[in-house]
Protein backbone atom coordinates (compact mmCIF):
# COMPACT_ATOMS: atom_id res chain seq x y z
CA UNK A 1 0.00 0.00 0.00
CA UNK A 2 2.88 2.06 -0.73
CA UNK A 3 2.89 4.72 -3.74
CA UNK A 4 5.50 7.16 -5.07
CA UNK A 5 4.00 10.58 -5.75
CA UNK A 6 6.99 12.77 -6.57
CA UNK A 7 5.22 13.38 -10.06
CA UNK A 8 1.71 13.75 -8.44
CA UNK A 9 3.34 16.34 -5.97
CA UNK A 10 5.07 17.97 -9.11
CA UNK A 11 1.77 19.51 -10.46
CA UNK A 12 -0.52 21.59 -9.26
CA UNK A 13 -3.49 21.49 -7.30
CA UNK A 14 -6.23 19.11 -8.74
CA UNK A 15 -3.90 16.69 -10.19
CA UNK A 16 -4.81 12.93 -9.55
CA UNK A 17 -4.05 8.88 -9.73
CA UNK A 18 -6.46 6.41 -9.12
CA UNK A 19 -5.26 3.05 -8.01
CA UNK A 20 -7.09 -0.08 -7.92
CA UNK A 21 -6.20 -2.34 -4.28
CA UNK A 22 -5.90 -5.97 -4.14
CA UNK A 23 -3.43 -6.83 -0.99
CA UNK A 24 -2.79 -9.29 1.25
CA UNK A 25 -3.26 -7.61 4.96
CA UNK A 26 -2.21 -11.10 7.19
CA UNK A 27 0.17 -9.58 8.45
CA UNK A 28 -1.16 -5.54 9.22
CA UNK A 29 -1.70 -6.52 12.97
CA UNK A 30 -1.84 -9.37 15.34
CA UNK A 31 -5.54 -8.21 16.31
CA UNK A 32 -6.67 -8.46 12.63
CA UNK A 33 -7.37 -11.74 11.99
CA UNK A 34 -8.25 -11.26 7.52
CA UNK A 35 -10.24 -13.98 5.67
CA UNK A 36 -9.86 -12.03 2.42
CA UNK A 37 -7.52 -9.68 0.77
CA UNK A 38 -8.57 -5.76 1.29
CA UNK A 39 -9.93 -4.73 -2.05
CA UNK A 40 -11.24 -1.39 -3.82
CA UNK A 41 -9.67 1.71 -5.55
CA UNK A 42 -7.76 4.81 -3.68
CA UNK A 43 -7.54 8.46 -5.46
CA UNK A 44 -4.67 10.72 -4.91
CA UNK A 45 -5.74 14.07 -5.13
CA UNK A 46 -2.58 17.29 -5.17
CA UNK A 47 -3.99 19.71 -2.64
CA UNK A 48 -2.33 23.07 -1.77
CA UNK A 49 -0.53 21.29 0.89
CA UNK A 50 0.47 17.45 0.20
CA UNK A 51 -1.77 14.83 -1.10
CA UNK A 52 -5.38 13.84 -0.78
CA UNK A 53 -5.76 10.23 -0.39
CA UNK A 54 -9.32 8.87 -0.53
CA UNK A 55 -10.96 5.67 -1.51
CA UNK A 56 -13.51 2.59 -0.24
CA UNK A 57 -12.18 -0.11 0.62
CA UNK A 58 -13.93 -3.44 2.17
CA UNK A 59 -12.52 -6.86 3.44
CA UNK A 60 -13.70 -9.75 6.03
CA UNK A 61 -12.49 -10.58 9.18
CA UNK A 62 -12.67 -13.14 11.79
CA UNK A 63 -13.74 -11.88 15.23
CA UNK A 64 -15.27 -14.08 17.99
CA UNK A 65 -18.92 -13.86 19.24
CA UNK A 66 -19.49 -11.53 22.48
CA UNK A 67 -22.79 -13.59 23.09
CA UNK A 68 -22.08 -17.53 22.27
CA UNK A 69 -17.98 -17.13 22.10
CA UNK A 70 -18.08 -19.18 18.39
CA UNK A 71 -16.08 -17.43 15.83
CA UNK A 72 -17.82 -15.77 12.89
CA UNK A 73 -16.79 -13.75 9.54
CA UNK A 74 -17.81 -10.05 9.12
CA UNK A 75 -17.65 -8.10 6.10
CA UNK A 76 -15.93 -4.94 6.67
CA UNK A 77 -16.34 -1.77 4.50
CA UNK A 78 -15.51 1.82 5.01
CA UNK A 79 -14.10 4.61 3.54
CA UNK A 80 -10.22 6.09 3.72
CA UNK A 81 -10.27 10.27 3.68
CA UNK A 82 -6.55 11.16 4.51
CA UNK A 83 -4.26 14.17 3.69
CA UNK A 84 -0.68 13.08 3.79
CA UNK A 85 2.35 16.28 4.24
CA UNK A 86 5.15 15.98 2.06
CA UNK A 87 8.39 16.03 4.60
CA UNK A 88 10.96 17.20 1.70
CA UNK A 89 10.16 19.87 -0.91
CA UNK A 90 10.23 18.28 -4.21
CA UNK A 91 11.45 21.31 -6.48
CA UNK A 92 14.94 21.49 -3.57
CA UNK A 93 15.02 19.29 -1.90
CA UNK A 94 15.00 21.17 1.40
CA UNK A 95 13.44 19.77 4.40
CA UNK A 96 9.54 20.64 5.05
CA UNK A 97 8.56 21.58 8.99
CA UNK A 98 6.72 19.38 10.65
CA UNK A 99 3.59 20.27 12.11
CA UNK A 100 3.57 19.26 15.59
CA UNK A 101 -0.10 17.78 15.40
CA UNK A 102 1.00 15.85 12.21
CA UNK A 103 0.86 12.31 12.44
CA UNK A 104 3.35 10.33 11.14
CA UNK A 105 1.32 8.16 9.82
CA UNK A 106 0.48 10.98 7.05
CA UNK A 107 3.53 12.14 6.42
CA UNK A 108 5.10 11.13 2.97
CA UNK A 109 8.83 10.02 3.30
CA UNK A 110 11.92 11.37 2.18
CA UNK A 111 11.59 9.44 -1.10
CA UNK A 112 8.23 11.04 -1.60
CA UNK A 113 6.56 7.40 -0.85
CA UNK A 114 3.14 7.71 0.49
CA UNK A 115 2.30 4.88 2.82
CA UNK A 116 -1.48 4.13 3.43
CA UNK A 117 -0.53 0.88 5.83
CA UNK A 118 -0.97 2.92 9.32
CA UNK A 119 -4.04 4.69 8.27
CA UNK A 120 -5.87 1.37 6.61
CA UNK A 121 -4.77 -0.26 9.81
CA UNK A 122 -6.36 1.98 11.92
CA UNK A 123 -9.80 2.67 10.15
CA UNK A 124 -10.28 -1.59 9.42
CA UNK A 125 -9.58 -1.22 13.75
CA UNK A 126 -12.24 1.44 14.08
CA UNK A 127 -14.74 -0.32 11.93
CA UNK A 128 -14.70 -3.55 14.03
CA UNK A 129 -17.94 -3.22 16.86
CA UNK A 130 -16.58 -3.39 20.56
CA UNK A 131 -18.90 -6.24 21.13
CA UNK A 132 -19.20 -8.46 17.96
CA UNK A 133 -22.42 -10.66 17.29
CA UNK A 134 -22.90 -13.23 14.89
CA UNK A 135 -26.39 -12.67 14.25
CA UNK A 136 -29.02 -10.02 15.69
CA UNK A 137 -30.73 -13.46 17.30
CA UNK A 138 -28.29 -15.13 19.08
CA UNK A 139 -29.21 -16.47 22.04
CA UNK A 140 -25.61 -16.68 23.66
CA UNK A 141 -24.65 -19.09 26.49
CA UNK A 142 -26.57 -20.75 29.50
CA UNK A 143 -24.86 -19.09 32.36
CA UNK A 144 -24.78 -21.72 34.22
CA UNK A 145 -23.90 -24.96 32.35
CA UNK A 146 -22.29 -23.08 29.27
CA UNK A 147 -24.57 -24.55 26.45
CA UNK A 148 -24.32 -22.82 23.40
CA UNK A 149 -29.07 -21.98 22.74
CA UNK A 150 -28.10 -21.52 19.29
CA UNK A 151 -27.71 -25.14 19.21
CA UNK A 152 -30.86 -26.04 21.50
CA UNK A 153 -32.17 -25.72 24.88
CA UNK A 154 -29.96 -27.08 28.03
CA UNK A 155 -30.85 -29.51 30.95
CA UNK A 156 -30.54 -26.81 33.80
CA UNK A 157 -33.28 -26.69 35.57
CA UNK A 158 -32.93 -24.72 38.83
CA UNK A 159 -32.91 -20.77 38.40
CA UNK A 160 -30.28 -19.73 41.02
CA UNK A 161 -30.91 -15.97 42.43
CA UNK A 162 -27.53 -14.07 43.67
CA UNK A 163 -28.63 -13.70 47.48
CA UNK A 164 -28.71 -10.25 47.50
CA UNK A 165 -31.90 -10.08 45.41
CA UNK A 166 -33.85 -12.82 47.39
CA UNK A 167 -35.56 -10.26 49.08
CA UNK A 168 -37.12 -9.15 45.71
CA UNK A 169 -37.96 -12.52 44.67
CA UNK A 170 -39.96 -13.23 47.99
CA UNK A 171 -41.89 -10.09 47.08
CA UNK A 172 -42.78 -11.14 43.90
CA UNK A 173 -44.10 -14.58 45.08
CA UNK A 174 -46.11 -12.73 47.21
CA UNK A 175 -48.32 -11.17 44.42
Same mark, same amino acid.
Given at each position: ????????? /?? @??????????????????????????????????? %?? =?????????? %??????????? &??????????? &??????????????? $?????? @????????????? =??????? @???? $??? !??? !????? /?????????????? &???????????????????? $? $??? /?
Amino acid at each position: MKYNVAQLL /KE @QSGGMRQYSLHEDIGTLDPDIHPLTTLDGHIQLIR %TA =DGILARGTLN %TSVELTCSRCV &EPFSLPIRFTL &EEEFQPTIDITTGAN $LPVLDE @QEAATQIDAHHIL =DLTEVVR @QDIL $LAI !PPF !PVCRS /KCAGLCPQCGQNWN &EGPCDCTEDKVDPRFEALRE $L $LEE /K
